[in-house]
């Protein structure tokens, strides 16, 4: 399916179309599948997953295994009804996907830093945040695999569950029979766990286990659906978790989106006239002093061109581009910039959530602590010749340079 992640097929009134989403984007591959063709590929797809087949007219979920010589995909599918028939749609989950080491996800240097220390701790909360495919559990698979000794134990709960990993206990969600990811979390706190992946903290029950399970001893990794790293506190706060536990129990917020990485293969380098050069110098001047500016001195802009390896697209790959919101008053005296960040609004975090501070507030005082937002981290990968202009702004909105 050539680095395909979920394959289409859609219903029209005369045919059927076949598209793949390469690279977060979709393609057309076929527009002229004939209907009865068409029928009896769905009669075997639903045979193959465990769905009715003679049932049109209602959506049916089910998965199926492909084996490799070299690997198992498991393929999940999800038909549902249309107006010119049914339309199927397969989610690829290869294990290749999410059996990457955390250098492999992106991260900046200073940032990897920062990740490294806090996954050495022993207990407290790590979130991270994002709009569904943006790679949140990716990386907290490679959370789990750099954490992963066999001196420890490691428990995951998700709905469903995606990737079958080695040596880590998982449980599913399975509403019907009354396990949810609050009554699991709280079945899995007496399984004498060390770490704990909660998939997605969605109410207020699993936001105050979770947050419990990171004050007793725990260290516990989940996500939230949020756009930036500073909407996790009020996002919590909103679900109705108790403000007075949520200071001590959180460790690190990391928002992410992906970007699609230039082809190695044809990209070409980009025009950068007096006046680019002028913003991109007095952006770098700008960013906090965490940041290695020796890495970025040259600057290196490129722009897609599309060959036989990248489908002519320009691009082949995505990468990660990144937000740090760490909660640490130690780290707070290191990353402080006196430079560069405005004047300090001296208020603590804890005080900040003790009066349910918004969104801008957080923000702003995690700036103050040097944070470096995802435009910031996308632009330096546009400068080291990554991705482009287009793509981090489709992402984060117009780009600032200063």
Known sequence: ANRASDIHFESTEHNVKLRLRIDGLLQDVFNEIKKDIYSRLVSRIKLLSGLKINIHDEPQDGRFTIKLPEKEIEVRVATAPSEFGEVVVMRLLDPEAINLSLTDLGIREDDLEIIKTELKRPNGMILNTGPTGSGKTTTLYAFLKHKKTPEIKIITIKDPIEYHLEDIEQTQVDEDASYTFANGLRSLMRQDPDVILVGEIRDRETGEIAVQAALTGHLVFSTLHTNQAAGAIPRLLDL????????????????????????????????????????????????????????????????????????????????????????????????????????????TLEELIGQQAGESAIKKFALEQGMVTMQQDGILKIISGTTTFEEVEGITGPIQLG
């Open 240 to 347: 109705g978790v108790k403000a007075s536990s949520i200071g001590p129990a959180l460790n690190l917020v990391i928002a992410q989106r992906l970007v699609r990485r230039l082809c190695e293969d044809c990209k070409v380098p980009g025009e950068i006239d007096g006046t680019l050069k002028n913003k991109i110098e007095k952006f770098l001047a700008g960013i906090p002093k965490r940041v290695n500016r020796e890495k970025f001195k040259e600057i290196k802009i490129f722009k897609p061109k599309g060959c036989a390896k990248c489908n002519n697209t320009g691009y082949k790959g995505r990468i990660g581009i990144y937000e740090l919101f760490l909660n640490d008053p130690e780290y707070e005296k290191l990353l402080i910039d006196p430079e560069s960040a405005g004047p300090s609004s001296h208020k």
